[in-house]
């Protein structure tokens, strides 16, 4: 606002692709150290584009403020808010965290109903949401052994080796199939952002926090509240 420049004559500094309240909020924050955020119906929304402006303009404390107020209110159908998801995938980059946030949360609480519903309803997704969404299925699945609680091919029942086609079925009871390979999706308590969030979402400088065995142990960039 100073110098030979247009905004300073005209008193006015124009940003036309901020919303003014989310923009409010961002100068509310810089002024007031211990700002509280009000929760709204709207608030998932807010916050994404809260994270957004702080993207765009460069400032990173306020992304991790955000990002974990965006954690916090995180809607319950993980598939409800896919406009705003591909709104993240459209102004971001690949390294965004806030898109790591929101394909973890899709991939460890979304609901396979929820998205075969959106997809007959021609709902779009950003192609590179749908990829990573794959990418971190693919990492959720675990392989695993499972012993059934009961087997009919050990079981001696006559009439089941007359009819069962299963190899070694009736020929060696006590090898015969009694387990299965399986591949099972970890428990959702193993969620990175349940587990260790400031060490995978936060944005850090040396010396802001503290570390044990490479976890994050102390933040001083939490919601200021």
Known sequence: MQGEWKEVKNDTFTLPEENA????FFIDWLYD???RYTKTDDSFRFLVEAFLLGERRGVRAFRNV?????????????FACLGTYNLVFTETTEDSKLR????DHVVWEGESKDLKARARSDEVMHPELAMALYAGLLERVKPGFQTPKYD???S?????????????CGKNPELAHTQDDVAYLAPVSDAPYKVYFCTTYHEHKPGEVTTVGGLVTSCNTRLRS
Request: proline fraction near 10%; aromatic fraction near 8%.
């Open 33 to 35: 150290p211990h700002l």
């Open 21 to 24: 309240s989310v923009f409010g």
């Open 152 to 154: 009919p091919c050990s």
């Open 66 to 78: 955000i990002i974990s107020e965006i954690n916090k209110c995180w809607p319950q159908n993980a």
């Open 156 to 168: 001696g029942d006559p009439l089941h080796r007359f009819r069962c086609d299963k190899k070694g």
């Open 100 to 103: 790591q946030l929101i394909i």
